[in-house]
Structures are given as structure tokens and as C-alpha cells.
């Protein structure tokens, strides 16, 4: 039931991002539009670096426990050839990842933030949707925080 808490309330956070732009209103838009072009591109980015301390951390603990109970005599849980094969897989996609970094960014500022974020701006019509997604996405995470909440 813990995800489904988690769940709400990254919903209700990413519900007020979505109804950031119908409260900030035009004038304030296109004054913030180029920070803003700039923090949506870089959006992906975060995640993926986010993702990747994710593996670093998970790679490095696996590798902790597994050394500590083959210490001890125990049973390793996955075999030393998969878990160097996991572990170049996974760290082949991160220098492709850090190779194409410049390229990534500039493709999602030129293909996604401008568009999205100019579209925003002009767009009143584009920002009573995007109120309304923020108004369901923060229902929704309201009601899985509650359903929480009630059968625990």
C-alpha cells in the first residue's frame, strides 16, 4: 500500500505543474518562457540521472550483500558471470547516455520544450487542459492516498 501513497502524491505534485501555467497567466508565462524552455528539456534528463544513482546504488549494495554471503559460506543469489554481464550492460547505456548527453538535450529543447512551452504561452485553450489534467491528476492522487489511508 506504500506505492499507492507514493503514487499520490507524485500525481497531486505533478498536478500542480500542470496547473502552473492557467494560474500564472500569459503575461508571466512569456516572460518566464525561455527558463522555462530550458527546465522542461532538462525534465528527462534528471529522471535518467536519477535512474542511473538508482543503479549505482543498487549495482554497489547487490555486490556488498553478495560478497558478505559468499564470506560467510552462503549461497550467492545470482551468478558472478550474470551479475558482470547486468553490470557492463548497464554501465554500456550510461556512457552512451553521457557520450550522446549535448545531442539528447538539445533534441528535447528543439522537439519537446520549445513546442510545449510556446504552445503554453499562446495557447489559453492549451492551459485550461492543462488545468483540467492537473485537477484529475490531483483527484486521483487524493483518492489513493485516501484508499490508504482507510485500509490501513
Known amino acids: 500500500m506504500k506505492w499507492l501513497n507514493i503514487l499520490g502524491m507524485v500525481l497531486q505534485f505533478l498536478s500542480f505543474w500542470c496547473a502552473a501555467p492557467e494560474l500564472l ?51 550467492p543469489l545470482v551468478g558472478m558471470w550474470q551479475y558482470f554481464l547486468l553490470l557492463g ?21 528543439r522537439r519537446l520544450a520549445q513546442p510545449l512551452v510556446h504552445r503554453l504561452v499562446e495557447n489559453p485553450d492549451a492551459r485550461r487542459k492543462a488545468l483540467m489534467l492537473g485537477a484529475v491528476l490531483l483527484t486521483a492522487g487524493f483518492l489513493m492516498q485516501l484508499i490508504v489511508a482507510v485500509v490501513d
Open 25 to 75: 497567466g500569459e503575461t508571466t508565462m512569456k516572460r518566464l518562457e525561455h527558463g522555462m524552455t530550458r527546465f522542461v528539456a532538462r525534465i528527462p534528463v534528471i529522471i535518467v540521472f536519477g535512474g542511473m544513482m538508482a543503479y549505482a546504488l543498487t549495482i554497489g549494495l547487490f555486490g556488498a550483500f553478495e560478497g558478505l554471503s559468499a564470506g560467510r559460506g552462503g549461497e
Open 89 to 109: 550492460a548497464l554501465m554500456v547505456l550510461y556512457f552512451a547516455f553521457m557520450f550522446f548527453h549535448k545531442r539528447i538535450l538539445s533534441l528535447l529543447e
